[in-house]
T-cell receptor
Framework: SAVISQKPSRDICQRGTSLTIQCQVDSQVTMMFWYRQQPGQSLTLIATANQGSEATYESGFVIDKFPISRPNLTFSTLTVSNMSPEDSSIYLC???????????FGQGTRLTVV | AQKVTQAQTEISVVEKEDVTLDCVYETRDTTYYLFWYKQPPSGELVFLIRRNSFDEQNEISGRYSWNFQKSTSSFNFTITASQVVDSAVYFCALSVFILTGGGNKLTFGTGTQLKVEL
């Protein structure tokens, strides 16, 4: 299993600003994933982040809006740039551990943009 | 492309009733995993069960049971003797291997809001 810590747990931000969300895992993992959950909606994959390479973004998500860093095997950040109220969502980090196809999730970051 | 359908948007039951949450999936992959997750009001995602595409054995774990049928592409979840603490949104998800870059990508259904009342 894996324990994932996300920071911040919640934030209220002004439109036009940026927020960086941190995801820390208690063990080394190859794959890290970032998801967005808009209010009352399901989870949608934003991007997959491998250590040492550029993140792979899903359709509808671009690096300029959601830059991702993956400096090592236990840490990743997602930045939500130039925020608008439509970015208000829960953002979740998840990982796979040891090739086991079971995604572990952080507790999420509740973002409200005003 | 993968797709997961949870036709039930909201279910309300009285405590101690049994409730079944439906999930239908679509994929062209022959190897895949199916999941159920629970999301209580606090927002975190709680893993409940994983099944791979080669394991159609159904299982009972306490008050939870699962019915996986490849012939109908369904992966239904049943809570027996529901309790108020079961109130949450339940997500069914499908995972397939990502050829480019590796890893397994999860596709979620839209979720079913379960309300268990006294």
């Amino acid at each position: 299993s894996a324990v994932i810590s996300q920071k911040p747990s919640r934030d209220i931000c002004q439109r036009g600003t940026s927020l960086t969300i941190q995801c820390q895992v208690d063990s080394q993992v190859t794959m890290m994933f970032w998801y967005r959950q808009q209010p009352g909606q399901s989870l949608t994959l934003i991007a997959t982040a491998n250590q040492g390479s550029e993140a792979t973004y899903e359709s509808g998500f671009v690096i300029d809006k959601f830059p991702i860093s993956r400096p090592n095997l236990t840490f990743s950040t997602l930045t939500v740039s130039n925020m608008s109220p439509e970015d208000s969502s829960i953002y979740l980090c998840s990982v796979e551990v040891g090739g086991v196809t079971e995604a572990f999730f952080g507790q999420g970051t509740r973002l409200t943009v005003v | 492309a993968q797709k997961v359908t949870q036709a039930q948007t909201e279910i309300s039951v009285v405590e101690k009733e049994d409730v079944t949450l439906d999930c239908v999936y679509e994929t062209r992959d022959t190897t895949y995993y199916l999941f159920w997750y629970k999301q209580p009001p606090s927002g975190e995602l709680v893993f409940l069960i994983r099944r791979n595409s080669f394991d159609e054995q159904n299982e009972i774990s306490g008050r939870y049971s699962w019915n996986f049928q490849k012939s109908t592409s369904s992966f239904n979840f049943t809570i027996t003797a529901s309790q108020v603490v079961d109130s949450a949104v339940y997500f069914c998800a499908l995972s397939v291997f990502i050829l480019t870059g590796g890893g397994n990508k999860l596709t979620f259904g839209t979720g079913t809001q379960l309300k268990v009342e006294l």
